[in-house]
């Protein structure tokens, strides 16, 4: 009687969490399909060629093949995204978190065939959290075995960089309850880290120069103050800088080996949308910078020339190298009246962040 009763009891749990898969292996398709219909008024047309789901009976193998994402706004420069296979795995009691699977990825901004940016994304494994209330991501992280993108946007030759073993985190922190502070709250956290970031090509621009063609190390943290999430217009982004919001460069450092750079500060905007703010540098191999700044034009009469007697007598009073002290110099950078500063001398025109 007792070993009917379990058997029984067993085949009802069976039937009875098998009838839950494929109950939400539904919901899942549905939920997919009310997703792209309500992107449309967006500006977002999703197409797939087509959707599996698998992984019965532990977990849930969502797979979109042939995914094109086409994002077009008024005012603004179309985005194109295609993926020969998307994999979203997830358990089916817990949906709204789960790990992300890309074979590859090519991300084009402006005209489809002639695109002023186009970026080539290798493989990627994700990790995502949706908030099923606000159908926002509330915490993704992303790592990437490699980015291909072109050095600049009339690179006449096809010169291209490339970015390794890249991880991107981005988190969208819950908001305090108390209002009263003066400081505005944390919208956003973004942590970006990249090695082995390359020149493809021996071009003799001055940034490829200065990094002689590689940067071994990339970290940038970062936060978004503001008491909401800009939008990337300028209605949006006006309003977030009229009510004080900013951004919070925690830490910049590049590393090359020849050439290293530290540097944090806060950004804002000014009334041309151009950067605004102020940063504290420690440069770590100025004798190399000095070298490649004296080769141009722009830095042998005027302010350049000034800057680069003032980066000689910086250098002066830094550690030799060799020595067991760093040979590391201070200085302070800062943007403002559309230019950035070394010191008190422009050296660069900063263009609007947004048109």
Do not use: C
Request: charged share 20%; net charge negative; proline share 5%.
């Amino acid at each position: 009687m007792r070993l009917r009763i379990l058997i029984s009891t067993v085949l009802l749990l069976v039937l009875g969490y098998s009838f839950f898969w494929f109950y939400m292996a539904g919901e899942v398709e549905d939920r997919i399909e009310s997703f792209v219909r309500l992107q449309k008024p967006k500006g977002i047309l999703i197409r797939y060629q087509g959707l599996d789901i698998s992984g019965f009976p532990y977990r849930m193998d969502i797979g979109l093949k042939g995914v094109e994402v086409t994002y077009v706004a008024q005012g603004k420069r179309p985005v194109f995204l295609s993926s020969p296979q998307i994999t979203f795995i997830a358990f089916p009691w817990k949906i709204t978190q789960g790990v992300i699977f890309s074979k590859g990825s090519d991300i084009r901004i402006g005209h489809k065939n002639d695109p002023i940016l186009h970026m080539v994304i290798g493989a990627v494994r994700a990790s995502a959290l949706v908030d099923l209330e606000t159908h926002s991501v509330t915490k993704a992280s992303f790592i990437i075995d490699k980015i291909a993108w072109p050095a600049g946007p009339s690179s006449p030759h096809g010169e291209t960089y490339e970015a390794h073993d890249v991880k991107l985190h981005i988190l969208r922190p819950a908001l305090p309850e108390n209002t009263d502070t003066m400081e505005l709250p944390v919208q956003m956290k973004v942590y970006l880290e990249a090695r082995n970031i390359i020149s493809k090509e021996n071009f003799q621009d001055m940034p490829s120069a200065l990094f002689v063609k590689k940067i071994n190390q990339l970290r940038v943290d970062l936060q978004i103050h503001g008491s909401t999430m800009p939008s990337y217009s300028k209605d949006s982004l006006g309003a977030w800088r009229d009510e004080g919001g900013t951004l919070s460069l925690n830490i910049l450092e590049i590393t090359s080996g020849d050439m290293d750079i530290e540097t944090n500060g806060e950004v804002t905007l000014d009334q041309d949308f151009k950067p605004l703010g102020a940063f504290s540098t420690k440069v770590h191999g100025l004798s190399h910078i000095i070298e490649i700044l004296a080769q141009q034009p722009a830095f042998k009469e005027g302010p350049g020339s000034e800057l680069l007697q003032d980066l000689k007598r910086l250098n002066r009073g830094a550690p030799a190298e060799g020595t067991q002290e760093k040979n590391v110099v201070e200085m302070a950078l800062s943007l403002q009246s559309g230019m950035l500063y070394i010191g008190s001398v422009p050296v660069l025109d900063l263009k609007a962040v947004v048109e």
